[in-house]
């Protein structure tokens, strides 16, 4: 705990602070990073009350569940309508799918459970062992690894996975690709980065030309991290940088990618708000089809997107736009009653804004 | 053998008949010491009790109370349930005067619990020297409710009545002690922490405490930030006296293991309850007396300032946090923990 509080010093914060005035350039800048947890940080701190007025820091698609395809949601409906035991993460129940949320079939019947781990999911399918389990998989590269441990692991038979994974690294790509594109640096994901490693950015730096630095969590970290990617700016230069070198190395949890490696293959994936994006999804290699659910199942869920009428979620997770911006936000649109996505994960730009200060640049 | 109504609550002790009345004077009227603040009190059974009044603003409140479990870290629901209304009357700045208690219970409730709660909320009571005037017993069917409820409602008098609106601009902040402990204490109890914590419910009547700071004068507005936390209790003041808060993130006083649990629960410790703790305006020339007054007694000698009301912002609390930046600090959604109180 002590450390922690050493991650927040006031005095080295305030050196910070004139680091990011002094190496800020002279024109408006807009550094993205794609991390709910870092968002919480930025908000819970008020750390964009310490940047210069020209400098605006937003959240991208960083919250899994808001990324999560209208389509993977409506397969995991269908399963749990099918009468399987689906499980999934406590923020996915609440997000919802072209017809209902998870939580609403709940309602009707439907035998949804909320569990904090793939694992947790494997101990359900060894309980009840006459009935399929499905565990709707969700996140980046951060809870894949889980996903991919409990395969290798040889599962039972009734347990199954909708696998709905996706990859950060080509996310960032896509922000790039798609115009108009106002973007001149990112912060990297601390926790994706301890996977995949600070390697893993290197190509979309140099192919894009942007500087990217991992960081970690604390506010002395993202401050530390911001005044670096404004140091590239001003010095002209594009690089990755690593902020975050107490837990994220070049080349990452080796053993993590050799689980991926083994356990998936990577496709394209369908992001929420942004549409397909290639290469940024994991599906199962054929050895482990048999534990695929959505082959059991025989679901595919319908393409297109059903997007609630003035909700702006889609500009929030393309770092467009910020939540104040949407028109419903904070009045139709609130934690307690979410119209978009961004609203119901917890990770989810819209939601932080709402619980920790409505309006963070004070 | 015992008989069943010796051991457990049953319909029979709501009733109104014998089993009723031997319930009342065998095992509750015998806890409370103090028993009438006038010609009629608790003792006569009747229908309702009569009290002298001295001069002064008569404050009345009620609360019920169905904090669950029933006994937690540092106290439980009868500690609770006369505690919460004593300092309900103490933050609007009136003394004690008298309370009443009423009981509604589940039928099959062990009576030694019931006895020991009251005898919880019994001694709490003496201690301050606040007589029990009247109560009431009912007993619900098994089912129909989760044990007990507890409500209390109290009278104090006040000379001069501190409302929750009355913060001017200039006005300190001044919490009186540690946030957030009640709210950890009763996550604790219900076993839904990953780790063991020695934190207890700082549940605690504030009388004693503060009935000489309120001799100062200087107090300008005053809440006990139950459910909600302080955060709650300062948007309210704030958005009630029509000013703006700023509150210091490094001044606001969180025992190291209710922070270390919040970081590792993802929990805001502003917005879990207290229930032995209030948040008070200060006129800024009065200050100093109303701090060494808190810091006399044991219960309030960790007070601090921890905020000013300001003229910008009117309604909204403004967290300048420890590395310096600024933020709203928000009305909690609702409660992180359900059903303390």
Redesign the interface.
Known sequence: ?AE?FQL???LL??RF?ELLWRWAPNRPVRIVHVCGTHEITI????????LPENVEVLEGPGCPVCVTSTQDLDCALRIAEKGAILCTFGDMTRVPGSRMTLEEARAEGADVRVVLSAADAVEIALRNPQKPVVFFAVGFETTAPGTAAVLANRPPENFFVLVSHKLIPPALGALLSTPPVSIDAFLAPGHVSTVIGAGAYREISEKFRVPIVVAGFE??DI?YALSLALRQLREGRAEVENAYPRAVTEEGNLRAKELFREVFQVGPAIWRGIGEIPDSGFYLREEFAKHDAKREFGVEGKMGEEKPPGCRCAEVLMAKAFPTDCPLYGKVC???TPVGPCMVG?EGACNIW???????R? | MKRLTEEKITHLHGAGGAVMEKLLLEHILPKFSLRRAGPIGLDELDDGAVVDLPPGKLVVTTDSHVVKPLFFPGGDIGKLAVTGTVNDLVVMGARPLALTLALVVEEGFPIADLEQILASAASVLSELGVPLVTGDTKVMGKGELDGLVINTTGIGIAENPVSDGGLRVGDYLVVTGPVGDHGMAILAARNELPVETPIQSDVAPLWPALERALTTGGITAMKDPTRGGLAAALNEMARKSRVGIEVWEEKIPVRPEVQGLCELLGFSPYELACEGRAVIGVAPEKLEEVLAALRAHPLTAEAQVIGQAIPEYPGKVILRTAVGGRRFLEMPIGDPVPRIC
């Open positions: 705990m922690i927040r010093d006031p914060a305030r602070r908000a819970q701190h008020g750390l964009r009350s310490l506010p002395l401050l609130t934690p307690m917890s709402y619980r920790y200060s409505g309006r963070p004070l």
